[in-house]
């Protein structure tokens, strides 16, 4: 079965986010006098084959536990829907 | 008014993603067999002080367009919320 898993990583809150900072000093500095905040992560669209939707959803899990996420720092979630 | 702006930034397609190859290769080499393509992109959450919606969609619209996205290569998609 061809699935689409469309899956956020994001920095714990708590944890500094140097890159949002950044972000919100360039914003600043280009007018954008209203910006609060600004936190960065990663968006991750990975195209798969499961036999299954629940084996899919296991791969998924573990593709964000052992790769694509730092769980120390960072969190995941995901979304997962047919081709 | 305070609003969370959520905002996608990723590659259009036919751009090649080096990253995402990189991804699916050490996924790959991980034992996830199913795994036929890997897209990543940036997610940020910017939280602002706008009069109303309309101004913080432009102003989210013009931070996309002046430096969240480099619109030659990048797509961005956003949703605004009340925070």
New interface residues.
């Given amino acids: 079965m061809?699935m689409t898993a469309r899956i956020?990583?994001?920095l714990k809150s708590g944890v500094l986010d140097p890159q949002?900072k950044a972000?919100a000093g360039?914003?600043d500095s280009?007018g954008?006098s209203?910006?609060?905040?600004?936190?960065?992560?990663?968006?991750?669209?990975?195209?798969?084959?499961?036999p299954d939707e629940a084996q899919?959803r296991q791969?998924v899990e573990?593709?964000c536990e052992?790769?694509?996420a730092n769980t120390v720092i960072e969190t995941y979630r995901f979304e997962l829907e047919q081709a």
């Fill in positions: 061809a956020w990583v994001t949002g972000i360039a914003l280009l954008f209203g910006v609060e905040d600004v936190r960065q992560g990663k968006y991750l669209e990975v195209k798969l084959d499961a899919a791969d573990r593709m052992e790769l694509l």
